[in-house]
């Protein structure tokens, strides 16, 4: 069972930039799809971005294609978020998530798919 800890949040300028990183550990990092979700205050958990075991697929949300980059190092069993032009509306707490249910390069948009979460990060955007 692969254990998630997410890093890199905080306190950031409207405008700024941000990488979170999310380090794995207890299972073979390359067997698991990983999600990035977001949660606002008052508001439900929404996906932000995925990728694939060996990272040849990834998706994001339409709405956050263009500021929002997802890799992988499988090497450091670590996923990144990168995140640019910071706004206030991109506050929340940010959850890595993994998930070994699928083959091949499917990629799940859902939270329901993921059995595996960290216990997230803030990031608090400043205006």
């Known amino acids: 069972q692969v254990q998630l800890v997410e890093s890199g949040g905080g306190l950031v300028q409207a405008g700024g930039s941000l990488r979170l990183s999310c380090a794995a550990s207890g299972g073979i990092f390359s067997r698991y799809v990983m999600g990035w979700f977001r949660q606002a205050p008052g508001k439900e958990r929404e996906f932000v971005s995925g990728?694939?075991?060996?990272?040849?697929?990834?998706t994001s949300r339409d709405s956050m294609k263009g500021r929002f980059t997802i890799s992988r190092d499988n090497a450091k069993n670590t996923v990144y978020l990168q995140i640019n032009s910071l706004n206030a509306a991109d506050t929340a707490v940010y959850y890595c998530?993994?998930?070994?249910?699928?083959?091949?390069?499917?990629?799940?948009?859902?939270?329901?798919?993921?059995?595996?979460w960290g216990q997230g990060t803030q990031v608090t955007v400043s205006s």
């Open positions: 998530a993994a998930t070994d249910r699928n083959g091949g390069t499917y990629v799940p948009l859902v939270q329901e798919a993921y059995d595996y």
């Open positions: 990728i694939s075991r060996i990272g040849g697929t990834t």
